[in-house]
């Protein structure tokens, strides 16, 4: 490729709007133009990095034996309706309807198509397993679009779909899956980690995130320095911190904290670590939660009071709402109001405890708050709190839950060291869904003794868009973009200096140029006749990985100056050896 043919306008500056680097730099780099709000066009730079993602994931989605397919982008709505999700998804989901007002979505996914194809195709146990992958255009309407392609509404996705027989076949095509994305991140050149994940709307058992590190990441993840252990903070089990539960040492006092309503005011009046208080967070359960449980018993009492719940954290810990929702009986939660907290508490919120409530409510102790001895909670008395509360003797022994969201140094869930924090911005997700959708959508097959079964699925997505900006968020520096080898719209750029002027320098750069291309190199010749300064500042700000410089002075010398993106200093090469020295350069930095 000639630069005189190809289409390259940088800009000097980002506009205002571009929050993160990744999002300044595609703008810069004139990768990227945004048409609307979260939709951008993807202009050729982009796009070649974009297709080499793509024949990555292809070529080891091949390799997994997935057999590829395309859905339609648009999905009919009775499809979502059999699942449950037409309701379940919320506005995310856009929705539209054709001339004959029949409904329909843009799939933000395709869990229901695919199983749909399932149903209707697979009708005995001798076709399976089997594994279908598509890599195409979704769209999520994203309320607050952001961060460029980082958190946009519309994005290219590889999703892949396994079918099983069991559960032990859909674990098998789990690890294939999984081997599958280690392999193609490590291929990608990207630092990233597999971390254990919530399920989230897709529904189904256990999952992986693949995040790739860095510091601008969304996502926080917890991982064990001197173990294999890691997962996102939402699912990562928080241990208890105290082991065994000490004996009473205190006895139960009535104390003044007049204008202390947080734990921190608290713990700062009394002269006491903010770990010796307990912070209370009461939640409602509404009745049409209740009623799923019991309906004759909603149905007798017409509208139903709200179930009230007493949580229990310790004063440095925060509630880890993803855990939560999980609990037995949560589904629907909400924080309650001021008037249904003085109805159940007889105190504002601020001093609120487990201790002289004026109604009965549920109450659940986090792990450490369980093993806790002569702790502080509110007295239930606007400007008092109790200390010296303890479990068995001044109350019940609570039930007990995991609530909190883990920190940096608490033991690792597998007891081989203590937790790290780091963050991370995900781009790949394994889930094994199971029957979720086969028995929503009744795609089912004949086992061998001719039983009815439902199929037993697995879903694989990866982010081929989000890759970019995550791998610009990783690599980067003042000049511009540091692409990794694999996904870098050019391997190597040629910057002959005095192109138009010089017979030499153009000669020389175009022997150099077809020699690489002769090579299987991804080439690109500057042949715009810009100044050296602003063809350098163009391909730093592109973040091409290598770079060649051709002048009349050191051709004079048969030498040609050669620098890496990712090196300080320039080097001086053989000009007749040099495609070949490259050539070899980027070959091992592919293969690394």
């Known amino acids: 490729m000639k630069a005189s043919g190809f289409f390259i306008h940088t800009l000097k500056d980002a506009p205002a709007d571009a929050e993160i680097v990744s999002h300044q730099l595609m703008l810069r780099a004139g990768m990227i133009?945004?048409?609307?709000?979260?939709?951008?066009?993807?202009?050729?730079?982009?796009?070649?990095?974009?297709?080499?993602?793509?024949?990555?994931?292809?070529?080891?989605?091949?390799?997994?034996?997935?057999?590829?397919?395309?859905?339609?982008?648009?999905?009919?709505?009775?499809?979502?309706?059999?699942?449950?999700r037409w309701a379940q998804y919320g506005p995310e989901l856009l929705r539209l309807k054709d001339r004959h007002q029949r409904d329909f979505v843009i799939g933000p996914t395709h869990e229901e198509v695919i199983t749909d194809i399932a149903r209707k195709e697979?009708?005995?146990?001798?076709?399976?397993?089997?594994?279908?992958?598509?890599?195409?255009?979704?769209?999520?309407?994203?309320?607050?679009?952001?961060?460029?392609?980082?958190?946009?509404?519309?994005?290219?996705?590889?999703?892949?779909?396994?079918?099983?027989q069991d559960k032990a076949g859909l674990e098998r095509s789990y690890q294939k899956m999984y081997a599958a994305y280690e392999r193609i991140f490590k291929r990608l050149g990207l630092v990233f980690r597999a971390v254990a994940a919530d399920n989230g709307s897709i529904g189904g058992s256990g999952s992986h995130e693949f995040h790739v590190i860095a510091d601008t990441g969304e996502d926080s993840i917890a991982y064990c320095p001197t173990s294999d252990y890691a997962a996102n903070v939402e699912a990562a089990d928080a241990l208890p911190l105290i082991e065994q539960r000490a004996a009473p040492q205190e006895t139960l006092t009535k104390v003044a904290t007049p204008a202390a309503e947080k734990c921190e005011s608290v713990a700062a009046l009394l002269g006491v670590p903010l770990e010796r208080t307990v912070k209370s967070i009461v939640l409602a359960i509404d009745a049409p939660a209740q009623a799923e449980a019991?309906?004759?018993t909603a149905k007798?009492?017409?509208?139903?009071?709200?179930?009230?719940?007493l949580l229990l954290l310790r004063g440095d810990h925060t509630l880890n709402e993803v855990k939560l929702g999980k609990l037995p009986g949560a589904t629907g939660y909400r924080l309650a109001s001021e008037a249904e907290i003085i109805e159940y508490f007889g105190a504002a919120p601020g001093y609120l405890g487990p201790l002289g409530m004026q109604k009965p409510v549920k109450v659940l102790a986090d792990r450490t708050v369980a093993m806790m001895s002569d702790f502080i909670v509110g007295a239930n008395d606007a400007g008092f709190h109790l200390t010296g509360v303890n479990w068995g003797r001044d109350?019940?022994?609570?039930?007990?839950?995991?609530?909190?969201?883990?920190?940096?140094?608490?033991?690792?869930?597998?007891?081989k060291g203590t937790l790290a924090i780091c963050r991370g911005i995900e781009v790949g997700h394994v889930f094994q869904l199971g029957t979720r959708y086969s028995e929503a959508l009744n795609?089912?097959?004949?086992?061998?003794?001719?039983?009815?079964?439902?199929?037993?699925?697995?879903?694989?997505?990866?982010?081929?868009?989000?890759?970019?900006?995550?791998?610009?968020?990783?690599?980067?520096?003042?000049?511009?973009?540091?692409?990794?080898?694999?996904?870098?719209?050019?391997?190597?750029?040629?910057?002959?200096?005095?192109?138009?002027?010089?017979?030499?320098?153009?000669?020389?750069?175009?022997?150099?140029?077809?020699?690489?291309?002769?090579?299987?190199?991804?080439?690109?010749?500057?042949?715009?006749?810009?100044?050296?300064?602003?063809?350098?500042?163009?391909?730093e700000l592109i973040g091409v990985?290598?770079?060649?410089?051709?002048?009349?002075?050191?051709?004079?010398?048969?030498?040609?100056?050669?620098?890496?993106?990712?090196?300080?200093?320039?080097?001086?090469m053989d000009s007749l050896a040099a495609a070949e020295i490259v050539a070899a350069k980027i070959r091992a930095a592919l293969e690394d």
Not at 64 to 80: G, K, Y
Not at 475 to 486: K, M, S, T, V, Y
Not at 497 to 508: F, K, L
Not at 545 to 572: D, M, N, T
Request: proline letters at 7%; hydrophobic letters at 40%.
């Open 33 to 84: 133009r945004r048409i609307a709000g979260g939709i951008y066009t993807y202009m050729p730079l982009a796009l070649r990095s974009v297709r080499k993602i793509e024949a990555i994931v292809r070529e080891e989605m091949n390799r997994a034996d997935a057999l590829e397919l395309l859905m339609p982008a648009v999905q009919p709505a009775e499809l979502w309706q059999e699942s449950g």
């Open 122 to 164: 697979i009708k005995s146990y001798r076709q399976m397993p089997v594994t279908f992958y598509q890599i195409q255009t979704k769209f999520r309407d994203e309320i607050r679009p952001r961060f460029g392609v980082m958190r946009g509404r519309e994005f290219i996705m590889k999703d892949a779909y396994s079918f099983d």
């Open 294 to 296: 019991n309906p004759l």
């Open 300 to 309: 007798q009492n017409g509208a139903a009071a709200p179930h009230i719940w």
């Open 395 to 415: 109350l019940p022994e609570p039930m007990v839950a995991d609530l909190r969201n883990v920190v940096e140094g608490d033991p690792a869930p597998d007891g």
């Open 443 to 539: 795609a089912t097959y004949l086992d061998e003794s001719g039983k009815a079964q439902p199929v037993v699925m697995g879903c694989y997505g990866i982010g081929i868009t989000r890759i970019l900006g995550a791998a610009i968020e990783q690599n980067f520096d003042a000049r511009g973009i540091l692409w990794p080898e694999a996904m870098a719209p050019f391997e190597i750029v040629i910057c002959p200096i005095g192109y138009e002027r010089s017979e030499t320098v153009r000669v020389a750069a175009q022997r150099l140029y077809a020699s690489l291309l002769e090579m299987g190199i991804d080439v690109i010749l500057d042949d715009r006749g810009e100044r050296p300064g602003v063809m350098f500042a163009d391909w």
């Open 545 to 572: 990985p290598h770079r060649l410089v051709i002048s009349e002075r050191s051709l004079k010398e048969s030498k040609c100056e050669y620098q890496g993106r990712r090196e300080a200093q320039p080097i001086f």
